[in-house]
């Protein structure tokens, strides 16, 4: 049941989108997922702050939701507060550096590199998150990651106070960051890049790009790559030579395209999903000894077996 108290001094932030048990489906890029009790869009980094300041004594589960792409949210929803930060989109260059608000597509960051004439982020181009979810999970793809071009991210912690942290204090490794451990919200991040032939970039971006949509599913709902890479091994590989393409669980499917892919067909539920993962890792643990670790998030509320 929703605090009444709270609801009404939310309500008086002024710059605040703010909904009631509003589908998470609407924003994941899986299209999967029940209500959440309060979701936030704040307009800017200050409003992001009250929020936090308002929600501080109260037991709140709070989820930071950029671009929903690497989440698989729970067929019954989340209990609690989930912050968007789609308006968190401000962005500068100066000389190399580019200092971008975390609420903004990757992509886009990526775009504005390029526009820029510098090099170093066109690795980003078809990544469909944020920027703040790629600096959670150290995002990366054909050989970069967000490690090489990152030097200062200024975060909120859950009292609503601004804490900034050098690249060494992030931590950043395989699919890992200390966001991933703190009570911090990325807002805002300095990327480092350099000068570069705008040709040579462009020839890059547009190679990566087919390269996606010949390879990936990426015209299908999904969230993204489903199992992080075993050593030694690729999952999509595994999957593949264990006979599980196409495979499916309601409306939940392995994509005949690209087997390290999970696709909504249509009405997959994230209990269709969290099944046919189950299925894939007892498989592959089955065939080859190997756990497969699944990369995306589960948030919220699950149906209980």
């Known amino acids: 049941m929703l605090n009444q108290n709270l609801k009404a001094s939310l309500e008086k932030i ?5 909904q009631f048990n509003e589908p998470l489906k609407k924003h994941t890029t899986f299209k999967i997922g029940g ?7 704040p307009h800017n980094i200050e409003n992001l702050q009250k929020v936090l300041r308002k929600t501080k004594d109260y037991d709140l589960e709070i989820f930071i939701l950029g671009k929903g792409s690497n989440v698989i949210v729970g067929d019954k929803g989340f209990r609690g507060l989930v912050i968007n ?17 975390t609420g903004i597509l990757l992509s886009d960051v990526s775009e504005k590199a390029f526009e820029a004439g510098l090099t170093g982020l066109e690795f980003a181009s078809g990544i469909p998150g944020s920027l703040g979810g790629a600096i959670y ?3 990366g793809a054909y050989g970069g990651m967000i490690k090489d071009v990152i030097s200062e991210v200024t975060c909120v912690n859950h009292n609503g106070e601004i804490v900034v942290l050098s690249k060494e204090e992030l931590k950043l490794s395989y699919r890992h960051s200390i966001l991933q451990e703190e009570n911090l919200i990325a ?9 570069g032939n705008k040709e040579e970039i462009k020839d890059i971006i547009n190679d990566l790009t087919d390269k996606r949509w010949t390879k990936q599913p990426m015209e299908m709902p999904s969230a993204g790559s489903i199992f992080k890479r075993p050593e030694n091994h690729y999952a999509s590989a595994l999957i593949d030579e264990a006979g599980l393409k196409g495979t499916r669980v309601g409306d939940a499917q392995i994509s ?8 909504n067909l249509g009405n997959a539920s994230a209990e269709d999903v969290k099944n046919l993962i189950n299925l894939v890792q007892e498989k ?4 080859n000894n190997i756990k497969l670790e699944v ?11």
């Open 284 to 287: 592959i643990y089955k065939k």
């Open 35 to 41: 209500p959440a009790d309060i979701f936030i869009t």
């Open 256 to 263: 005949k395209k690209h087997a390290g892919f999970i696709v």
């Open 137 to 139: 999970m150290n995002a």
């Open 295 to 305: 990369e995306p998030r589960f948030i919220g509320e699950f149906n209980k077996h």
């Open 85 to 101: 930060t789609e308006k968190l989109n401000k962005i500068k260059v100066e000389e190399t550096t580019i200092i971008s608000e």
């Open 187 to 195: 807002v805002k991040a300095k990327i480092n890049l350099k000068f």
């Open 14 to 18: 002024k710059g605040l989108d703010i």
